[in-house]
């Protein structure tokens, strides 16, 4: 009889709830760690240990699992429990050499310029409209956009962002995203996504498959794979592009468990990518896998609120308490939400699939039109970048 296996995530919100609910796919006990209490992913494990996982109060049940997976970004913490985990012989899926690179949008931009991998160019070697971001933030958080002459000359009074944080060219068009998973030398690319952003640029909506032609996904194959070969990645990393006339620019580098993103591939093509890296940790060897015909599935968030349903980026699920999973949500194949019957204020995120991409919007579609007639809601909102 097959030994179900155990595994610990560290950190329950967004990364934390991607975990969680990729182990339960791939039936697997599920012990979540988080220093506070109602986290998101606290409704979709087995088992929810409320302690700071650095503890060696905490070893006992760290000694149960076959691997441990950290789900937030934490650096102090992540070094300690590396160290923890070594310790007590665990396998820890996570690589802090790539990630320390991956966190710096600065380091990551060295590491596109070294590899002669296409990115947007750098300020001032380019034109407006320019795009500044954090170097240490992650995703779209303190992101903003210089269109204007007046802008640039105020963003200029402002020495300490021009030297320490990124500036660049602004590049318009579809955003793709791709994981990879390393270990011990061997790499393997997997489905590229398709990204949709709300007003802020925060991620709102995964398509599969991204309509790319096969040469453009062979490209970004070839550019998931020689990054993770140039930082040696040691488990899994996510890589963000833009299709800007014709090319294939990247945007950034996750050297961690991205949210979002991996179960979209999961329910397009049936890889789970917690598994294939858990067992990768566990056998200490990369787990191949086929990635086959891949099937149509839409993910998007939403929320309820004031008698409206707005698509949203994903910040309002971790702000959102514990969530659990339902099948059949409003016609939906699953939601992850906070939804409880009555209530006039609620979040979720949609899963919808379909032998078609197509396919997967008509239902995605029937299901928003559902839950529209059926809670009485007025207005339906779905903003773009340049909408707000």
């Known amino acids: 009889m097959k030994t179900m296996r155990k595994i610990a995530v560290v950190g329950g919100k967004l990364q934390g709830t991607e975990a969680c609910y990729l182990a339960k796919k791939a039936g697997w006990h599920v012990i979540l760690i988080d220093r506070n209490k109602d986290v998101p992913a606290q409704g979709l494990c087995d088992e929810f240990i409320y302690r700071d996982a650095t503890e060696e ?230 787990e191949q896998v086929e990635v086959k015909a891949a099937k149509g599935a839409v993910y998007e968030h939403i929320q309820l609120r004031e008698n409206a349903l707005k698509v949203c980026g994903e910040h309002i699920m971790g702000q959102a308490g514990p969530l659990c999973l339902i099948s059949g949500f409003f016609g939906a194949d699953e939601a992850i939400t906070n939804y409880r019957t009555g209530e006039k204020e609620w979040v979720a995120t949609l899963i919808n699939t379909g032998s078609t991409r197509q396919e997967a919007w008509e239902k995605r579609c029937r299901v928003i039109e559902r839950i529209i007639n059926q809670c009485g809601i007025k207005d339906y909102i779905d903003l773009l970048p340049e909408d707000n």
């Open 57 to 286: 109060a905490v070893y006992p049940v760290l000694k149960q699992v076959d691997f441990i997976l950290p789900a937030m970004e934490n650096a102090e913490d992540l070094g300690v429990l590396s160290q923890n985990a070594e310790k007590l012989g665990i396998p820890f899926a996570f690589d802090n050499h790539a990630y320390q690179i991956s966190s710096s949008k600065i380091k990551s931009n060295q590491i596109f310029l070294e590899t002669g991998i296409p990115m947007p160019r750098l300020w001032p070697d380019c034109s407006l409209p320019l795009v500044v971001k954090p170097s240490d933030s992650s995703g779209s958080e303190g992101v903003f956009k210089v269109s204007t002459l007046a802008d640039l000359n105020k963003l200029k009074e402002k020495p300490e962002i021009l030297n320490q944080w990124v500036v660049q060219e602004f590049v318009e068009g579809p955003s793709y995203s791709i994981e990879v998973i390393g270990y011990r030398g061997e790499y393997q690319a997997y489905q590229a996504t398709d990204l949709e952003m709300d007003e802020h640029y925060d991620c709102k909506r995964v398509l599969a498959p991204a309509p790319l032609s096969e040469d453009l996904t062979r490209a970004f194959n070839d550019i998931g794979i020689a990054l993770a070969r140039r930082i040696g990645i040691q488990g899994i990393m996510d890589v963000e592009v833009i299709l800007h006339r014709g090319e294939l620019k990247v945007l950034e580098i996750d050297a961690r468990l991205p949210s979002q993103t991996p179960t979209v591939v999961f329910h397009s093509t049936g890889v789970n990518l917690v598994e294939v890296l858990g067992n990768s940790f566990i056998r200490g060897k990369l």
